[in-house]
């Protein structure tokens, strides 16, 4: 069973940074693609960035792009999203999950999530 823990969350001014972590259990977090999503209250949750299985490769979101790095760590099992500039309208509960299929930016790529991270950014 793969299972996944965010953390790194919290409120914060716009402007500020944060860094958000996603630790995977299980020996086969290599073998992974990683990607970050957010929800948003009310709406669909969407993509935000993905990295392949050996940091092969990133995608990115045009609302994301330029201030957002997303990286691994396998030795770790960890992936990382570095959010700087942060807006008003990146508030969110941010999923990290785990694709089998690799590099993804689908939803439906995913076959494992964590349970979420809050982020508030006021203005």
């Known amino acids: 069973q793969v299972q996944l823990v965010e953390s790194g969350g919290g409120l914060v001014q716009a402007g500020d940074s944060l860094r958000l972590s996603c630790v995977v259990s299980g020996r086969t977090f290599s073998t992974y693609g990683m990607g970050w999503f957010r929800q948003a209250p009310g709406k669909e949750r969407e993509f935000v960035a993905c990295?392949?299985?050996?940091?092969?490769?990133?995608y990115y979101a045009d609302s994301v792009k330029g201030r957002f790095t997303i990286s691994r760590d396998n030795a770790k099992n960890t992936v990382y999203l570095q959010m700087n500039s942060l807006k008003p309208e990146d508030t969110a509960v941010y999923y990290c999950?785990?694709?089998?299929?690799?590099?993804?930016?689908?939803?439906?790529?995913?076959?494992?999530w964590g349970q979420g991270t809050q982020v508030t950014v006021s203005s």
């Open positions: 990295i392949g299985r050996s940091d092969s490769g990133t």
């Open positions: 999950g785990a694709s089998s299929r690799g590099f993804s930016i689908l939803k439906s790529s995913y076959n494992y």
